[in-house]
């Protein structure tokens, strides 16, 4: 339904256009119930900061037979197997409940069309305490590595206390309908938002939140960051859903598509979400957080078939 620009409509413009109102220029913080914001532990582990072994074909190709030599002292040899080690970093995540919003959305006639936003308010943190690799040697002179948090690690200061940037990548993934939506940077929704989660105060979007360093937080001083993700467009009849989430951690792993070329696949945080509503009259308080419990033991396979699981989980860490 499309109608014409009024007032209120032009004053959201110039919020827009020049910035939000000096009320809501800082991140401050509202205080929230015991249980409103939903925690993700970062769950690093040691075998992510290594991949292999594995040949460096560009390298193993070159066949030379040294005549005074052994031959595992060529350069193609030694990179037949070979491990590659990375420090690991991650980012904790919290976010509110998933929610909705109508918002007026100006479209190229120069009127406003009224539309369904799907949002999601969320925290990111650094606990510091990232895993660092460091070598020692064994009883028998052999090279090994342990992965030690970088508070544990002597001339470590800098890695210990730098900040770490939030390149965010949402996916919402609609299951049963095998639809797939990026989000959308929506200015006009982020004002609408702010005032009703955050009291007018600051929220980042996708876009600018990358601009933000996000210190190492304390148990006396919070430094954690909050932004807020925005979809539209999301087919009504979606019921059983989950979003991706990537950028907290540079943790990846090296696998084989279809075609079998060697592709990258990011460490990625899936939550997943339900809905029992209809399609016609949807309401946030029916978005549940989770996977249905079904006592029929045949809807509940093909309920998790759709999250591709076999067990029951609201969230995971998956690579993709």
């Not at 006639?109 to 660092?132: A, C, F, T």
């Not at 959308?184 to 702010?194: F, G, K, M, N, S």
């Not at 591709?308 to 989980?313: E, G, K, Y």
Request: aromatic share 12%; charged share 25%.
């Amino acid at each position: 339904m499309s109608r014409p620009i009024g007032f209120r409509d032009l004053l959201l413009l110039a919020v827009v256009v020049w910035g939000i109102p000096p009320w809501a220029s800082a991140q401050e913080v509202r205080r929230l119930a015991p249980g409103v914001l939903k925690v993700i532990p970062s769950e690093p582990k040691d075998e992510e900061s290594f991949q292999g072994p594995l040949p460096l074909n560009n390298i193993t190709r070159q066949v030379w037979d040294p005549p005074f030599e052994p031959k595992t002292y060529t350069l193609a040899d030694m990179a037949s197997q070979v491990v590659l080690r990375r420090d690991i970093w991650n980012l904790e995540f919290a976010f509110k409940p998933l929610r909705l919003v109508q918002v007026d959305i100006p479209q190229l006639s120069g009127k406003m069309q009224q539309k369904l936003i799907w949002y999601m308010v969320y925290r990111v943190k650094n606990n510091g305490r990232h895993l660092r690799h460091v070598p020692k040697k064994d009883d028998f002179g052999h090279t090994t590595y342990d992965m030690v948090p970088t508070d544990e690690v002597l001339n470590y200061t800098a890695v210990r206390t730098a900040a770490i940037r939030f390149f965010p990548h949402f996916v919402f993934r609609s299951l049963d309908l095998n639809k797939e939506y990026l989000d959308r940077v929506i200015p006009v929704a982020i004002p609408v938002i702010q005032e009703r989660e955050m009291r007018g105060a600051k929220l980042y979007n996708t876009v600018e939140i990358t601009k933000v360093e996000i210190p190492v937080s304390t148990a006396t001083n919070d430094q954690s960051v909050w932004g807020v993700v925005t979809w539209e467009d999301i087919d009504p009849q979606t019921k059983f859903f989950g979003i991706f989430v990537q950028g907290l951690t540079n943790a990846y792993r090296l696998g084989a598509n279809s075609q079998g070329k060697i592709v990258h696949l990011q460490k990625t945080l899936q939550l997943n979400f339900w809905r029992p509503g209809d399609t016609f009259n949807l309401r946030e308080s029916e978005i549940r957080y989770g996977i249905p419990a079904y006592t029929d033991p045949t809807d509940s396979a093909r309920t998790l078939a759709f999250y591709n699981l076999s067990v029951r989980v609201d969230h995971l860490w998956v690579y993709r």
